[in-house]
């Protein structure tokens, strides 16, 4: 008895029975199912967004700008505000290239206005990744899509629609930048220039897995001891483990500088 009561004065929680694999499983679906609500919320987010920004809701409400409707409003600041616009052009170049690509054949799961809400589940930082290269996405799902729906070896249904457009914004994201109109002609220069990508690309990955451990709203401090030991685990510096988040969050190979690269 006065054990216990030493234990619950000093806060020590009592020892919590064994999870079971149902009530696991149980509660694995319920993490599903609170992501996948999240997804959808982004697409309702971005729809609204868009409609909005078009229909220049500020004016009539006062406002001199899209910025400062959204801090007035919504309390978030400039970036924040564009980054919504980014998210939801970059989602309406997906819907339109959807509607492009199945064209030419229609099923009951894929007409204009089941494109424009389907669910591709994506996430807001996928999304945002992709808007500066929503065109090159587009135009992949598009192509895609139209190669699917004249080969007949596959019906365009809901979730092979979702699959490729996952698939080619993933492919997107990973892809190294275009290289440079006039790329110089130097061989030596040509396969570094190769290597540099690859590195490029690794680090993203990497980045993509400490997101999964250390969230984009932890500073690098707090970061930092999340991952040391993931770090540890795989071999990779904690520094360099840092860079790739940080490559990840933003795109920006700066990031990588004085590290990876």
Same mark, same amino acid.
């Given at each position: 008895?006065?054990?216990?009561?030493?234990? !619950?004065?000093?806060?020590?929680?009592?020892?919590?029975?064994?999870?079971?694999?149902?009530?696991? &499983?149980?509660?694995?679906?319920?993490?599903?199912?609170?992501?996948?609500?999240?997804? &959808?919320?982004?697409?309702?987010?971005?729809?609204?967004?868009?409609? +909005?920004?078009? +229909?220049? @809701?500020?004016?009539?409400?006062?406002? $001199?700008?899209?910025?400062? *409707?959204?801090?007035?409003?919504?309390?978030?600041?400039?970036?924040?505000? %564009?980054?919504? /616009?980014?998210?939801?052009?970059? /989602?309406?170049?997906?819907?339109?290239?959807?509607?492009?690509?199945?064209?030419?054949?229609?099923?009951?799961?894929?007409?204009? $206005? =089941?494109?424009?809400?389907?669910? *591709?589940?994506?996430?807001?930082?996928?999304?945002?990744?992709? $808007?500066?290269?929503?065109?090159?996405?587009?135009?992949?799902?598009?192509?895609?899509?139209?190669?699917?729906?004249?080969?007949?070896? !596959?019906?365009?249904?809901?979730?092979?629609?979702?699959?490729?457009?996952? !698939? +080619?914004?993933?492919?997107?994201?990973?892809?190294?930048?275009?290289?440079?109109?006039?790329?110089?002609?130097?061989?030596?220069?040509?396969?570094?220039?190769? @290597?540099?990508?690859?590195?490029?690309?690794?680090?993203?990955?990497?980045?993509? /897995?400490?997101?999964?451990?250390?969230?984009? %709203? /932890?500073?690098?401090?707090?970061? +930092?001891?999340?991952?040391?030991?993931?770090?540890? !685990?795989?071999?990779?510096?904690?520094?360099?483990?840092?860079?790739?988040?940080? %490559?990840?969050?933003?795109?920006?190979? &700066?990031?990588?500088?004085? =590290? @990876?690269?």
């Amino acid at each position: 008895m006065g054990e216990r009561d030493e234990d !619950q004065e000093h806060g020590v929680e009592p020892a919590r029975p064994p999870l079971t694999e149902a009530r696991a &499983r149980e509660m694995t679906a319920g993490l599903h199912e609170a992501m996948d609500d999240v997804r &959808r919320s982004v697409a309702v987010l971005a729809a609204r967004v868009r409609d +909005a920004h078009a +229909a220049r @809701v500020w004016v009539p409400l006062g406002h $001199s700008s899209w910025e400062s *409707y959204c801090r007035a409003e919504f309390h978030i600041g400039r970036a924040h505000a %564009y980054r919504l /616009l980014d998210v939801a052009r970059a /989602l309406a170049a997906i819907h339109g290239a959807v509607t492009a690509g199945t064209e030419t054949s229609r099923t009951r799961d894929t007409g204009p $206005s =089941t494109a424009a809400a389907l669910d *591709y589940g994506l996430s807001q930082r996928a999304l945002i990744a992709v $808007s500066s290269r929503a065109d090159v996405v587009a135009e992949l799902i598009t192509r895609r899509l139209a190669k699917l729906a004249h080969s007949g070896l !596959q019906a365009l249904d809901t979730a092979t629609v979702r699959a490729v457009v996952r !698939q +080619a914004v993933r492919d997107v994201r990973t892809a190294p930048p275009p290289p440079p109109a006039d790329p110089l002609a130097d061989p030596a220069v040509v396969a570094l220039r190769a @290597v540099v990508d690859d590195l490029a690309a690794n680090s993203h990955a990497i980045g993509e /897995l400490m997101l999964e451990v250390a969230p984009p %709203y /932890l500073s690098d401090t707090a970061a +930092a001891d999340v991952l040391a030991l993931l770090c540890d !685990q795989i071999g990779e510096p904690l520094d360099h483990g840092l860079a790739a988040r940080r %490559y990840a969050m933003s795109g920006d190979r &700066r990031a990588l500088h004085g =590290t @990876v690269l």
